[in-house]
C-alpha cells in the first residue's frame, strides 16, 4: 500500500490537489473535514458534536475524529493506498494513524507538505467563502483561529514525521497544474 498524507494550513489547496491525486493514482481519499461535514449534514450524534468546535475554528476532540478515521480504514481495506487530506492534525492523531496503519500491516509511505505563506491563505479563504457555502469560512476571524490551530497544534504533525525522514515540501504558489505536478514527481520517484 502506498499511503499519502497531503499536509499543509487551510487554504493551502489539499483539497483542489487531492481530487486530482486521486483521479490520477486511484488513491482512497479520506478527508476529514468532508467526512465531518457529511456527518453534520446527516444530522448525525457525531455532526452534532462536531459543528460547534468547527463553526469556531477549533479542531473537533482527537478521540471523535481518530473514530471516524479507523471506521473508515475498515470500510476500505481492499484499497490500493489511502490519501490522508486534513488528517492528522495534531500529534496525538499522527501517532494513533501510525498504530491504525501498523495494525493492517501498512504505515504512513509520504508526507507531502504545501507551503504558503499566511496573506495568501487568508486571500485564498476569503475567495472560497464566497463559493463554498461553509458556514465555518464566512468569518475572518475564524480564518485567523485556524490557521494559529495549525501553527499551535498541527505543525507538530510535521515534525513527528520528519524524525522519519518522511516529509518533502513543496512550493504551494503557482498555478495548480504546476503545483500538481511537482506533487506527482516526488510520488513517482517512491511508489
Ligand atoms: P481546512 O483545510 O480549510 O482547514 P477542513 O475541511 O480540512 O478545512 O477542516 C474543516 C474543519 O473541520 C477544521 O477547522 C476542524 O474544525 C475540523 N477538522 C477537520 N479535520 C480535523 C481533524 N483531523 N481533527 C480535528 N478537527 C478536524
Redesign the pocket.
Known amino acids: 500500500m502506498f499511503n499519502l498524507i497531503l499536509f499543509g494550513?487551510?487554504?493551502?489547496g489539499?483539497?483542489t490537489q487531492s481530487e486530482m491525486l486521486i483521479s490520477k493514482y486511484g488513491f482512497k481519499h479520506l478527508?476529514?473535514?468532508?467526512l465531518?461535514?457529511s456527518e453534520i449534514a446527516n444530522k448525525t450524534d457525531l455532526g452534532l458534536k462536531?459543528k460547534s468546535?468547527?463553526d469556531n475554528?477549533?479542531?473537533?476532540?482527537?478521540a471523535v475524529?481518530i473514530g471516524m478515521v479507523d471506521a473508515a480504514i475498515n470500510a476500505n481495506k481492499q484499497a490500493s493506498g489511502f490519501l490522508f487530506?486534513?488528517?492528522?492534525?495534531?500529534k496525538a492523531?499522527a501517532i494513533a494513524l501510525d498504530e491504525l496503519l501498523e495494525s493492517h500491516g501498512t504505515a504512513i509511505s509520504l508526507v507531502l507538505a504545501l507551503d504558503v505563506p499566511e496573506e495568501e491563505l487568508i486571500v485564498r479563504?476569503i475567495n472560497r467563502a464566497k463559493t463554498s457555502g461553509?458556514s465555518?469560512?464566512a468569518d475572518e476571524a475564524v480564518q485567523k483561529k485556524?490557521i494559529s490551530?495549525?501553527k499551535n497544534e498541527t505543525l507538530a504533525v510535521a515534525e513527528h514525521y520528519a524524525a522519519f525522514d518522511k516529509v518533502i515540501t513543496l512550493n504551494g504558489l503557482g498555478q495548480i497544474d504546476g503545483i500538481f505536478s511537482s506533487l506527482c514527481k516526488e510520488i513517482d520517484a517512491r511508489a
Open positions: 494550513p487551510p487554504g493551502s489539499k483539497g478527508s476529514t473535514g468532508d465531518l461535514r462536531a468546535f468547527m475554528g477549533q479542531l473537533v476532540p482527537d475524529v487530506d486534513g488528517f492528522p492534525r495534531t492523531q479563504m461553509r465555518d469560512d485556524r490551530v495549525y
